[in-house]
T-cell receptor, first 112, second 111 residues
Framework: QKEVEQDPGPLSVPEGAIVSLNCTYS??????FMWYRQYSRKGPELLMY????GNKEDGRFTAQVDKSSKYISLFIRDSQPSDSATYLC????????????FGTGTRLKVLA | DVKVTQSSRYLVKRTGEKVFLECVQD?????MFWYRQDPGLGLRLIYF???????EKGDIPEGYSVSREKKERFSLILESASTNQTSMYLC??????????FGQGTRLTVV
């Protein structure tokens, strides 16, 4: 079993839809949770960064962490064609490692 | 504006060639990483370095080596390129438990 599982998609939605992207994980030591967006042929860029449990909102994006279920989500409201990209989750424990563990990424297509 | 810069966007090399991929960051980060990214496999860690002249193997180090002579520069070396090393290579740097910054990626094709 992988430490981080992420549905690869592709996920196609109409413009304006609410998108839900998810990752599950097995390591209860993970404390830092991130979402990256990667456009085709580009490097990933950070979208959201959260520590421990709870919600964080930034514009149309909301990140949720449920540590009891070992489940994190990224919600995109009013999705736009420019949101079409691959979304990767990443996580790490609070200490003891220099490594982040990445999900495989979910490819999202927002149709105009 | 923080930056991680990779020396090439696209490279085509022949089987058996020695290949150097360079990465430079301007954020004074201790930690630097090399990943390769393949469809369906996500980001796989090749090597990382947490200090000058220090290096650690990642999950798939075979066929690769690295060099970190200066804090800002981390080089990935393919000793003898093979076709199964055709991939997207991504360099990243970060302070522990903070945002990772990625370069734009190098798409390497080995023919």
């Amino acid at each position: 079993q992988k430490e981080v599982e992420q549905d690869p998609g592709p996920l196609s939605v109409p413009e304006g839809a609410i998108v839900s992207l998810n990752c599950t994980y097995s390591n209860s030591a993970f404390q830092y949770f991130m979402w990256y967006r990667q456009y085709s042929r580009k490097g990933p860029e950070l979208l959201m960064y959260t520590y421990s449990s709870g919600n964080k909102e930034d514009g149309r994006f909301t990140a949720q962490v449920d540590k009891s279920s070992k489940y994190i989500s990224l919600f995109i409201r009013d999705s736009q064609p420019s949101d079409s990209a691959t979304y990767l989750c990443a996580m790490s424990p609070a200490s003891g490692t220099y490594k982040y563990i990445f999900g495989t990424g979910t490819r999202l297509k927002v149709l105009a | 504006d923080v930056k991680v810069t990779q020396s090439s966007r696209y490279l085509v090399k022949r089987t058996g060639e020695k290949v150097f991929l360079e990465c430079v960051q301007d954020m004074d980060h201790e930690n630097m990483f090399w990943y390769r990214q393949d469809p369906g496999l996500g980001l796989r860690l090749i090597y990382f370095s947490y200090d000058v002249k220090m290096k650690e193997k990642g999950d798939i180090p075979e066929g690769y080596s690295v060099s970190r002579e200066k804090k800002e520069r981390f080089s990935l070396i393919l000793e003898s390129a093979s076709t199964n090393q055709t991939s997207m290579y991504l360099c990243a740097s970060y302070l522990q438990n903070t945002e990772a910054f990625f370069g734009q990626g190098t798409r390497l094709t080995v023919v």
